[in-house]
């Protein structure tokens, strides 16, 4: 059974999650008025929804995808290759490029 407490610290969990899907919201609509004036925010907005998606995937939250499936790929688990190979019709040498640079 549930305590009081447990369910204060979820409830709270959760309006900090319908919070963060508000503020994502706003930052995803201002993401491509910064690309099309030429700034960086919406690479970085890009780079965090990245960032997320890894994080609900089980993944490090300061790590992108790509990283992490490029790691999947060099240990030899299947989906990491077939990861890999998905960003390369994208982006060719893009999981071997974030090896190299751990870019996070």
Do not use: Y
Request: glycine content about 10%; some cysteine; overall charge positive.
């Amino acid at each position: 059974m549930h305590t009081d407490r447990q369910f204060t610290i979820r409830l709270k969990r959760l309006t900090l999650w319908l919070g963060s899907l508000v503020t994502l919201a706003i930052a995803n609509l201002i993401a491509p008025i910064s690309i099309i004036l030429g700034g960086d925010r919406g690479f970085s907005v890009a780079k965090a929804n990245d960032a997320a998606l890894n994080a609900a995937l089980g993944g490090n939250w300061k790590s992108t995808i790509s990283l992490h499936c490029a790691q999947a790929k060099a240990s030899g688990k299947w989906w990491g290759k077939l990861a890999c190979r998905l960003f390369n019709i994208v982006m060719p040498g893009h999981c071997e490029d974030m090896i190299q640079t751990g870019d996070q």
